[in-house]
T-cell receptor, first 113, second 115 residues
Framework: ETGVTQTPRHLVMGMTNKKSLKCEQH?????MYWYKQSAKKPLELMFV???????ENNSVPSRFSPECPNSSHLFLHLHTLQPEDSALYLC????????????FGAGSRLTVL | AQKVTQAQTEISVVEKEDVTLDCVYE???????LFWYKQPPSGELVFLIR??????QNEISGRYSWNFQKSTSSFNFTITASQVVDSAVYFC????????????FGAGTILRVKS
């Protein structure tokens, strides 16, 4: 499989649930990102990992917990979310020679009830 | 601070019409990159073009063309002879040349092409 793959594509959860979003890339990239896309708002950068180390946390609430076990996988663990957290969560990766070009996955559509 | 403004929230055109999507940016950096991405209904953002701040040459790729004007801080995108498959959300973005982590997106323009 090529590109950036995100699972699940759709997720509905209650405010007390714990769930995780998964992102996988087979492009040999060293940087991975989580973005949040809410209706009528610009894409918001959440987290950045470079070589498995978190290098950016854009003041994201602690109910979102990222994990990057290796350069190919990125998770976003979710717990006690709020309805306003409902959004499309996009994962992206970037290679060292890609001159800042991000490759995006198709996103995980999250609905918090 | 960096900022990207896409003033057109939504544009509707009829197939075969030409359409221009506007993008205006703000940055204090002298070296930066500008991008356009397309987001079809499937969700993933598809990279279209990257332009660095030192290259003001316009670019054409098939029916797509881009007009970079540093004097007006604009990086507009024109689709010639639009097609229904061009219907998508289009995002303009800006990043520092030396920090690829800080990619700032505009709010996006929804393009609807009707047959």
């Amino acid at each position: 499989e090529t590109g950036v793959t995100q699972t699940p594509r759709h997720l509905v959860m209650g405010m007390t649930n714990k769930k995780s979003l998964k992102c996988e890339q087979h492009l040999g990239h060293n940087a991975m990102y989580w973005y949040k896309q809410s209706a009528k708002k610009p894409l918001e950068l959440m987290f950045v990992y470079n070589f498995k180390e978190q290098t950016e946390n854009n003041s994201v609430p602690s109910r979102f917990s990222p994990e990057c076990p290796n350069s190919s996988h990125l998770f976003l663990h979710l717990h006690t979310l709020q309805p306003e957290d409902s959004a499309l969560y996009l994962c992206a990766s970037r290679g060292g020679s890609g001159a800042n070009v991000l490759t995006f996955g198709a996103g995980s559509r999250l609905t918090v009830l | 601070a960096q900022k990207v403004t896409q003033a057109q929230t939504e544009i509707s055109v009829v197939e075969k019409e030409d359409v221009t999507l506007d993008c205006v940016y703000e940055t204090r950096d002298t070296t930066y990159y500008l991008f356009w991405y397309k987001q079809p209904p499937s969700g993933e953002l598809v990279f279209l073009i990257r332009r660095n701040s030192f290259d003001e040459q316009n670019e054409i790729s098939g029916r797509y063309s881009w007009n970079f004007q540093k004097s007006t801080s604009s990086f507009n995108f024109t689709i010639t002879a639009s097609q229904v498959v061009d219907s998508a959300v289009y995002f303009c973005a800006l990043s520092e040349a030396f920090d690829g982590n800080k990619l700032v997106f505009g709010a996006g323009t929804i393009l609807r092409v009707k047959s």
